[in-house]
Structures are given as C-alpha cells and as structure tokens.
C-alpha cells in the first residue's frame, strides 16, 4: 500500500514542496519564523481533529501520541518568548469519514516527519534566533525515533486489508491532504 500511496500522491508532493520550500527558506527572521508555525498550526490542528475522530483503535500506540499540533504552539511561544495565542485555522481540509480516510491524510502527517529534519537544517542556518533551538519540537518530529515511527506505520499500512473501495478512499484522501495543504499555503502566503 505504501507504494502505491508513494505513486498516486507524487504529483501533489512535490506541488505542496513547490510552495512550501521557499517560505521555509525565507524564514531568516523570528516573525518570520512564527508566521511558517501559524500556516503550519492553521492546516495540522483541525485535520488532527478529524483522523481522531476515524482512527481505528488497532493502530499501533493509538493516534493520541503523533499529534503535533500542540507542539507547533509551543515553538511559537518559544520563539516569541510569550503564550502563543491560537492562529487561524484551514476550514478546507480534506473529507475523513472514516478510518482509511484518516490513513490516507495521516501517512501525509506522517511522511513530514521524515522531511522535517531537512526542515531542521534550514532553520538552523537561516534564522540566527538564540530561541531557536527550543523552538523546533515540530520540525523535529519523534527526534531520534523519527525513523522508527514512520517504519511502524509503513509496517501498519502494509497490512492494511481494506478493499478495494477502502483503498481508494486512502489514495484520495492522501491526495487531497497534500492538495488542501498547498491552497491553504497559498492563502495565507498571499495575506
């Protein structure tokens, strides 16, 4: 399933990374820095919010401990060295009726914490903020267990017996949450 996920969402991937990329370079300055959080806060919280509410039980670990919404606003207060108040939040997110819906958005979450790493090293280069090193939870995804955790959902993904239908439903739901992700990007760049 995973390779075909991989296969079906390339196109959208890389128009996600198109938009993205550039604002994460750009983010040389703490303000900067807090607004790349809020995009990031705007679309992760409400979609989290909804792979809850579908998730099947039987995932490994439960879904409760991959949520990294919370720690986006935790950078910002890190950051910004005050309470981070609530940042708008994405209305258009993708459809999550159900559990393969929610897998297919979660292996997006999922994937980015591989990336986030990368992510890491930009910062780190292009933002001289004394802060900034308590202020990249996020970006650092499971830390030293990153690849253990995106290993341990691949695991569960490849033994993912939905049908065919169900499958579909994955597929589209991957597609769409990387599609969602880069209108919600676009907005709130054009602001």
Known sequence: MIELLRE?????????????????KAANTPAA???????????YYPLEQHIAAHMDISFPGGFERRR??????????????????TPRCCTDIPEITDNAQALGAMYVLEGSTLGGQVICQIL?????????????????GYGADTQSYWDTFVHYLQGYHG?????????????????RFRLWALQQQGQ
Not at 168 to 174: C, R, V, W
């Open 8 to 24: 079906r969402t390339g196109k959208q991937h890389q128009e996600l990374e198109r938009v993205l990329i550039p604002s994460i």
């Open 68 to 85: 990294k919404a919370s720690l986006l606003l935790d950078d910002i207060a890190a950051i910004s060295g005050a309470p981070a108040t």
């Open 163 to 179: 049908d065919e239908t169900q499958q579909q439903k994955m597929l589209d739901a991957a597609a769409a949450t990387f599609e």
């Open 124 to 140: 780190m280069r292009n933002l001289a903020a004394p802060e900034l090193p308590k202020a990249l939870s996020f970006f650092n």
């Open 33 to 43: 820095y807090i607004k790349l959080l809020q995009l990031f806060y705007g679309y």
